[in-house]
């Protein structure tokens, strides 16, 4: 029998990282999870508790990473990824894609591994171009309060192509768009949790500006399919985006959550906060040509299950 193939998974405690890790652990690799847990959970992991195959080490991956053995695929998922971590934590949000890029990258160097790292659609800021197709440079105003996470990601691209060009390692972008489903923190900031959680509470559900910005919603299992798909490809090193082309409005996507719940509760409307997206929706034909992939989760399957993993989740809080 073979020797299993090793996987560093960083940020493993967190939504997609823990997703991805049990996706790994599936196709055969052992996986070894990093968190510094400022965002994780161990919640997330503590299924994967005496699995031979799972190592989870805690650690802030802006420092330097030491592991003995071989490292076949690293995937950097390290990093705040909602508006109220990253306006909350914002110089950690910087380093974790500078300095924790940088030193992930060095290790995939050191180890000859494949390296891939997740980086955004916020990479496209408040597009200009719509649908965004990766030749897009993109609208980030630099120096906003969500330019911590923009050029945070943007500069990751750029220190991964630089790796890839200069050193020789082989390096995989994903451009992740809107993911939904469990594990995600219900006050997290995003729109899929606030909405839920606020819907199944009883409270108003907050709709900024007049609730017209589209947002497209993919189910995390199709997501990490996309990235798994990505992270086993050979000769493409530039960004491929990976996300469900299906477009609704912010309010749109309220009343089908007040419906699905079935709660009374009212949307309350507030200001637009500054350079937030107008309209996100991933062009994929890139990764239909290249991977074989598209989205397969409906979005009223997905939003199904993701309605009870928070139903149960608050139930147990109560």
Same mark, same amino acid.
């Given at each position: 029998m073979s020797k299993k193939k %090793?996987?560093?998974?960083? !940020?493993? +405690?967190?939504f997609l990282g823990s997703h991805l890790s049990d996706r790994l652990l599936s196709e055969g690799y052992k996986v070894i999870g990093i968190d510094n847990l400022i965002t994780g959970n161990l919640r997330n992991i503590e299924h994967l508790a005496g699995n031979s195959d799972f190592?989870?080490?805690?650690?802030?991956?802006?420092?330097f990473i030491f592991l003995p053995g071989k490292i076949d695929l690293i995937l950097h998922f390290a990093s705040p990824a909602s508006p109220i971590d990253y306006l909350?934590?914002?110089?950690?949000?910087l380093?974790?894609?500078?300095?924790? %890029?940088?030193?992930?990258? !060095?290790? +995939?160097?050191?180890?000859?591994?494949?390296?891939?790292?997740?980086?955004?659609?916020?990479?496209?800021?408040?597009?200009?171009?719509?649908?965004?197709?990766?030749?897009?440079?993109?609208?980030?105003?630099?120096?906003?309060p969500r330019g911590c996470y923009d050029e945070a990601k943007r500069f990751a691209e750029a220190m991964t192509m630089a790796y890839h060009r200069f050193h020789n390692v082989d390096t995989k972008i994903v451009r992740i768009f809107n993911t939904y489903g469990p594990r995600m923190r219900l006050e997290d900031g995003r729109v899929v949790p606030a909405f839920i959680g606020q819907a199944l509470q009883g409270q108003p559900l907050t709709v900024f500006g007049d609730g017209s910005q589209t947002r497209s919603f993919c189910y995390v299992s199709d997501l990490v399919d996309g990235i798994y798909r990505l992270s086993q490809s050979d000769g493409y090193?530039?960004?491929v985006n990976i996300g469900n082309p299906a477009e609704m409005t912010v309010r749109q996507f309220a009343d089908r959550i007040l419906a699905f719940t079935g709660s009374k509760s009212v949307i309350d409307f507030r200001p637009l906060p500054e350079d937030d997206p107008k309209v996100r929706q991933?062009?994929?034909?890139?990764?239909?040509?290249?991977?074989?992939?598209?989205?397969?989760?409906?979005?009223?399957?997905?939003?199904?299950?993701?309605?009870?993993?928070?139903?149960?989740?608050?139930?147990?809080?109560?």
């Open positions: %090793t996987v560093v998974v960083t !940020g493993a +405690a967190g190592d989870f080490i805690k650690h802030d991956v802006t420092k909350q934590i914002p110089i950690q949000t380093k974790v894609s500078s300095l924790g %890029t940088h030193n992930a990258l !060095g290790l +995939a160097k050191e180890k000859g591994s494949r390296f891939l790292i997740a980086s955004t659609s916020e990479c496209y800021g408040d597009p200009l171009e719509h649908p965004q197709k990766e030749t897009y440079w993109g609208n980030v105003n630099p120096i906003g090193h530039e960004p991933p062009d994929i034909t890139l990764a239909k040509k290249l991977l074989g992939w598209s989205p397969q989760v409906t979005f009223d399957v997905g939003i199904r299950d993701t309605v009870e993993y928070f139903r149960e989740f608050l139930a147990l809080q109560a």
